[in-house]
């Protein structure tokens, strides 16, 4: 087990500020970081692959007139901390020079500890026998429930994380993070016939969550879903209206809308609504939020990757932008004042803008009402990944879906993929139901993948590009 | 300048000794460390500079039962390297009896020349002066380019190794840097539109910085004047490095691994059968001298090798590890990853046609008249393509050529089947074009669902 941070560090750290500092840095800001990962997979009646993975590390970063420059390194002794400030330093033409004034680092403020009561987390996470029990009971489920399967798998990730945050503003602060994940997926095949298909659930904070995981309803779904989809028959390309289910879902808005409120894009210039806070962006319909509060949620967080604590971030309200999701750059060069959301995959990363738990909240309508309201059109049960371009254009692709004619769910397709410009889209989301839920996810960007929750109850788009065949 | 190093004796003692003093005799581990910088700008400022020192190992232990286990971390201090010990000893109860690794037969065997030099770095400050000039001369070339929101330029230093209690030491040591300018392109009233190039080389300043340029330009210029394209089926020419994302996508087909894991669209029997035209061939070629990240030797240290996947239209090798290797009674080949399963993976594929056969048309991409979309680059592969089932529905930038004139697709996707597109290949143009992703030609297939907007 490795020595956990504390407030031991205080010293060394303050020592880093100072030198920074003294080199005439805007802000310094030094984060450690330990993790300790378990990986187990299971395929068929044997676990297959067991990765234990630990690590440890610091990234440094120091800003300086509108710029920063950011150093990470495994060596977390004085002078490999040191070497690693001074590198950064030097890419801002800063050097350390101790006989400099220190007046604008003020000293470490209060020691905030939010691992307190944290710190049993991992003793608590199920053992590699305990985790590998319950995949094969998830594999086992999927041969008792499934038809024309050539492949089972099931698998289970544990990231545990502790971080210290310091910074030369004062920021002092320490927690424990554990996110969990679990999936099963399956290859059917018949014939010429294939299906594949997955589910993964994931939480935050909750070490005995695999104890409590519904194996057998997850086995279900995935059977039923691959079974339907089997000899399910290609998607006819054309513009159509589409309702999306709610939970995963909400991948549309994280990749149609989400990633262009991020503060980052109006750095780069890569996003329409950079100018656009107060004025109507979507339907009426819509009101979005992205926050890092909901218990348990992938997307959920004590502080952020800079030591603050997570806001609730309303980004539309009844169509309207509200606001942007800030970090620490962000507000530094675009004025959004930050909104706990500065984010990294690792200490190998410099934080930025990132969404947490990012959903479109529940509407007032039956998710029925959605697709009785359409005449002909594609009801998008389950989606895959997506991603979106540097001019807003963006894409997902759509796992399960049906065939909607004349207000009813008929057959099913596959090989759907839905495209896209923001501008045009959110404006046609114009039915939103009453049963918003939510989904874990993991989202990759300029500070590398992270874990967030997408979400949204059932919503109607009046008309989007399918493409298939 | 920092230097971050790995010293491969040294290492191997102080494993050794551990695991000695722990019972463990067979084991063997692969290390990496490595030594970055790069730099990104936003119209002439800095925008972001970074560096990292980088190290990790991970190292596999076999039990008294002969089952693996494995454990991964970047702290390589004996304190470190006795967890990691210990940990990969525990996971060893976990091993999966059906599926034992053991050493490469071909971890000693001699390792191919690769006259690669290490090229000098020449630190932060020259790449960031760089940058700006290239983003600066850029944003000089078009007036509706109006910045280069995606750019990079970057230079590592790295070191790879490869031990095992057997006395097998293997290590490489290499150079590499990289350059992608992305620009963003607005008229009044237009759609903003994107596009760019990427270059390699083993130092930063061997890097083709004008022809970066150039073609980032003459890209994003070329999809400035757009229109939707009408829904339908439509014969396409996949640019090179289109059609290397494409087969890259489906590369499980040419994999061992996935074939026993029953993933693959192969199967045991498939060798020997009919995959692709009988012009079209395909090799994996890691030791390709334009190919930058090139490595002597796999994971599990087996020297690496130019391999036959394709060969007149038929099916010749699958990529292996020395697990799949002995199941399928075979060498390996220099395709693996290190893990308690194994991973196998390609390195560099070099598509072409088979000598002496030809598809019997002239088909040009610069040259032809009759309708077709040149397809320049696919996106979102990682969630469009359905490699378990060979179908694909893809996103896609390019042309709808009509006449000889390219007007540009608004916004598009591309859909088929990865084996009906293989025998539907109409012809691979002449020239073999070196891009990042690996070499091919133009690749004309005679039909495709393209879906538009119009």
């Given amino acids: 087990m490795t020595e956990s941070f504390s407030q031991a560090w205080s010293s060394t750290l303050q020592a880093l500020l100072r030198r920074g500092s ?65 590198q950064a330093l030097a890419m801002l033409d800063l050097e350390a020079n101790m006989l400099a004034d220190h007046s604008r680092f003020e000293g470490l403020g209060v020691f905030k500890d939010y691992g307190l009561e944290k710190a049993q987390w991992l003793q608590q996470c199920p053992s590699m026998r305990d985790a590998s029990s319950r995949l094969l009971e998830g594999t086992s489920q999927l041969e008792r429930l499934g038809h024309n399967l050539q492949v089972r798998r099931g698998s289970y990730s544990r990231d545990w994380q502790e971080v210290l945050v310091a910074a030369s503003d004062g920021t002092f602060a320490r927690d424990i993070r554990l996110h969990q994940s679990t999936g099963l997926s ?21 070490p005995n969550d695999l104890f409590t995981w519904n194996v057998e309803n997850s086995a279900a779904e995935v059977c039923e879903s691959a079974g339907t989809m089997l000899r399910a028959d290609y998607v006819e390309a054309g513009q159509m209206p589409v309702v999306l289910a709610n939970r995963f879902g909400g991948v549309i808005f994280h990749e149609a809308c989400g990633h262009l409120l991020e503060t980052t894009q109006i750095e780069r210039g890569t996003t329409p609504f950079a100018d656009r806070v107060g004025e109507l962006i979507a339907h009426p319909s819509v009101t979005a939020i992205d926050e890092g509060l909901s218990s348990g949620a992938f997307g959920s967080l004590s502080i952020d990757d800079e030591g603050m604590e997570p806001l609730r971030t309303v980004l539309i309200k009844d169509g309207v932008l509200k606001c942007f999701i800030s970090d620490r750059a962000g507000e530094l060069r675009t004025g959004h004042q930050r909104t706990g959301s500065g984010r990294r995959q690792s200490h190998a990363f410099a934080a930025a803008s990132r969404m947490r738990n990012t959903y479109i909240d ?17 009801y998008c049960k389950s989606m895959g990944g997506g991603s979106v371009g540097p001019t807003g254009q963006f894409n997902f692709s759509v796992e399960e879906g049906y065939l909607i004619e004349n207000g009813n769910l008929t057959r099913p397709v596959k090989g759907a993929t839905l495209i896209g410009d923001a501008k045009e889209v959110m404006p046609r989301i114009s039915m939103c139901a009453d049963d918003l839920d939510l989904a874990a996810g993991y989202c990759g960007s300029v500070s ?22 | ?37 790069s ?47 210990e940990g990969a000893y525990q996971a060893s109860a976990f091993g999966n009896p059906d599926d034992v690794p053991q050493f490469s037969p ?38 509706a380019i109006e910045t280069v929101p995606y750019n990079g330029l970057a230079e590592s230093l790295s070191t790879n190794l490869y031990i095992n209690s057997d006395g097998a030491l293997r290590s490489i040591e290499r150079t590499q840097a990289s350059l992608y300018l992305y620009a963003r392109a607005e008229e009044s009233g237009r759609k903003p539109r994107s596009s760019g190039a990427i270059r390699m080389a083993l130092g930063s300043q061997d890097l083709d910085i004008q022809g970066c340029i150039d073609e980032a330009v003459e890209r994003t210029v070329s999809h400035l004047a757009y229109q939707p394209i009408e829904t339908g089926t439509y014969r396409v020419c996949f640019t090179p490095e289109a059609f290397l994302s494409l087969i890259g996508a489906f590369s499980s087909i040419f994999n061992a691994r996935a074939v026993l894991d029953g993933v ?28 930058i990240s090139a490595s002597p030797f796999d994971g599990e240290g087996t020297p690496t090798q130019k391999l036959s996947l394709i060969e007149s239209g038929f099916l010749r090798n699958f990529l292996h590890s020395e697990a799949t290797a002995r199941a399928f009674g075979v060498k390996p080949t220099g395709h693996a990853g290190l893990g308690a399963k194994v991973s196998v993976g390609p390195d560099w594929f070099v598509v072409g046609t088979t000598p002496g056969r030809s598809s019997g048309l002239g088909l040009d991409h610069n040259l032809e008249t009759d309708t077709f979309v040149l397809i320049e680059d696919l996106s979102a592969l990682h969630a469009g393509v359905k490699s378990t089932q060979g179908s694909f529905s893809l996103p896609f930038d390019g042309w709808l050529v009509k006449d000889g004139e390219r007007i540009s697709v608004e916004a598009a996707t591309v859909a088929g089947d990865i084996r009906s597109l293989l025998t539907s290949i109409l012809h691979l143009e002449a020239t073999q074009e070196v891009t990042h992703r690996g070499v091919s030609p133009h690749v004309w297939v005679e039909a495709l669902s393209i879906t538009g907007e119009a």
């Fill in chain 1, 186 to 206: 399956v290859l059917a095949a018949d014939g010429e016939h294939r299906s594949s298909v997955g589910r993964r659930y994931g939480s935050t904070d909750r």
């Fill in chain 2, 264 to 291: 693959s669209l192969s199967s045991r029997e498939s060798l020997g059968q009919q995959l692709a035209v009988p012009f079209l061939s395909l090799e994996d070629d890691g030791l390709h001298p334009d190919h």
């Fill in chain 1, 448 to 469: 590398g993948s992270i874990f967030v929750t997408v979400g949204q109850p059932h919503i109607k788009v009046d008309s989007i590009t399918v493409g298939g065949r």
């Fill in chain 2, 106 to 143: 071909l971890a000693t065997a001699p390792l191919p020349n690769q006259e690669r030099p290490l090229m000098p770095r020449q630190g932060i400050l020259t790449l960031l002066k760089d940058l700006r000039s290239a983003e600066a001369e850029l944003l000089s070339r078009h007036p």
């Fill in chain 1, 362 to 378: 529940a509407g007032e309508h039956k998710p029925e009402d959605l697709i009785a309201s359409v005449e002909r059109g594609l």
């Fill in chain 1, 22 to 86: 003294g080199a005439g840095a805007n802000l310094v800001e030094v984060f450690l970081e330990h993790t300790d990962h378990l990986g187990l997979l299971a395929e068929q009646e044997r676990i297959t692959s067991v990765n234990p993975t630990f690590a440890r590390g610091a990234g440094i970063r120091v800003f300086h007139n509108g710029r920063d420059g950011f150093v990470s390194t495994n060596d977390l002794s004085v002078e490999g901390l040191t070497r690693a400030l001074d």
């Fill in chain 2, 39 to 85: 730099v990104q700008v936003d119209r002439g400022d800095a925008k972001q500079m970074k560096a990292a020192q980088r190290s990790s190992i991970t190292v596999r232990v076999w039990n008294s039962d002969g089952l693996v286990g494995i454990t991964s971390t970047t702290d390589l201090t004996d304190a470190g390297l006795t967890r990691a010990l």
């Fill in chain 2, 1 to 37: 300048m920092t230097t971050n190093t790995l010293d491969a004796s040294d290492l191997r003692d102080r494993v050794q000794a551990l695991a000695s003093g722990a019972g463990i005799r067979h084991w063997d581990l692969g290390a990496a460390c490595s030594d970055d910088c």
